[in-house]
């Protein structure tokens, strides 16, 4: 049974960071790529950020290029998103994503989600 379980949301206050995890389990995790999207209240999930099965490519959403980090650790079956200079606008759900690293991947199985709230 193939299960993602998201971690290291919280609440922090504009122009500070978190770091996100995502623990895989279930099926060989090298073999797949990565992602991570989002959805605030009332909108729908947005793509945000995604990598390769080997970490070699990533991907960003316009939003958070230059402020957001995808990276995975195969040996530790997780992928991360360093998030830093967070906005009142990263405020959302956070979930990630098997099977892709596009928006629209066919991803086959998400977590769960992990709230994320920036306050101003």
């Known amino acids: 049974q193939v299960q993602l379980v998201e971690s290291g949301g919280g609440l922090v206050q504009a122009g500070g960071s978190l770091r996100l995890s995502c623990l895989t389990f279930g099926r060989t995790f090298s073999r797949y790529a990565m992602a991570w999207f989002r959805q605030a209240p009332g909108k729908e999930r947005e793509f945000v950020a995604g990598i390769s099965y080997s970490g070699g490519t990533t991907n960003y959403d316009d939003s958070v290029k230059g402020r957001f980090t995808i990276s995975r650790d195969n040996a530790k079956n997780t992928v991360y998103l360093q998030m830093n200079s967070l906005k009142p606008e990263d405020t959302a759900v956070y979930f990630c994503?098997?099977?892709?690293?596009?928006?629209?991947?066919?991803?086959?199985?998400w977590g769960q989600g992990t709230q994320v709230t920036v306050s101003s």
């Open positions: 994503a098997q099977g892709g690293m596009n928006p629209k991947s066919p991803y086959d199985y």
